[in-house]
C-alpha cells in the first residue's frame, strides 16, 4: 500500500470508529504498520483501539478488567468496526485493543480481521519468544526479501538452515548419547 492509501484509510478508520462507538468509549484509534510498533511485521497493518485511562479521571480506580468490561459493552459496535476493517482495509490482519497504561501498551486483546496465511507442514507448535531489536532486524529482513512471508516463517527458515549444517547433526547426537547415560542412573 502507498502512504497515501494508508493516510487515507487511517482516516476512514477513525471516522467509523466515531461514528461506531459512543463518546469517551475509545480515546483513539490509529492504523499501525511496520516501523510505528515492534509487534507490526513488515507489510502488516493493525488497527489499535487505545482505551481511555480511568487512572487519571478524578476519584477513579483504575479497571483491570477494562479490556473485558469495554469489550462486553460493545460487543455489536466491535462486530461492525471488525467487518468495516475487514471490507474496507483488506492489509489489516489484527485490530488491538488496548488500555492506556503507558508506552508498552501491555495490557492488550488482538482480534483477527484477516485469515493468516497458510502454514506450511502439518503439526506446528506455537512459541514465543521476546527478541531484541537486531534479532527484529534479521527477521525483518528476510521477510522484505522475500525469504520468508511473517516472522513465524522467519524463524523456521533459520531453524532449517542450522539443521542442515554437519555439527547439528552432530550436537544431536551428542544430545542422544547423554540421554542414554543419564537412562543407565
Do not use: C
Amino acid at each position: 500500500m502507498e502512504q497515501a492509501e494508508i493516510e487515507d484509510a487511517r482516516r476512514r478508520i477513525q471516522q467509523e470508529a466515531r461514528e461506531l462507538f459512543p463518546e469517551g468509549a475509545i480515546r483513539e484509534a490509529a492504523l499501525l504498520q511496520y516501523g510505528d510498533d515492534p509487534s507490526v511485521e513488515p507489510g502488516q497493518l493493525v488497527v489499535r483501539l487505545l482505551l481511555p485511562s480511568a487512572e487519571g479521571a478524578e476519584g477513579a480506580e483504575p479497571d483491570r478488567n477494562q479490556m473485558d468490561t469495554f469489550h462486553t459493552a460493545h460487543r455489536v459496535a466491535m462486530q461492525r468496526f471488525r467487518d468495516y476493517v475487514a471490507q474496507n482495509v483488506p492489509q489489516v490482519r489484527f485490530i488491538e485493543v488496548t488500555d492506556d497504561s503507558g508506552p508498552a501498551h501491555m495490557a492488550r486483546m488482538r482480534l483477527l480481521v484477516a485469515p493468516a496465511p497458510p502454514e506450511r507442514g502439518g503439526d506446528l507448535t506455537p512459541v514465543m519468544a521476546r527478541l531484541g531489536t537486531t534479532d527484529l532486524e534479521t527477521l525483518d529482513t528476510l521477510i522484505t526479501t522475500g525469504i520468508a512471508a511473517n516472522r513465524a516463517d522467519a524463524v523456521r527458515w533459520a531453524l532449517a538452515r542450522i539443521r542442515e549444517r554437519p555439527a547439528y547433526a552432530e550436537l544431536r547426537e551428542r544430545a542422544r548419547q547423554i540421554e542414554e547415560l543419564k537412562a543407565q542412573f
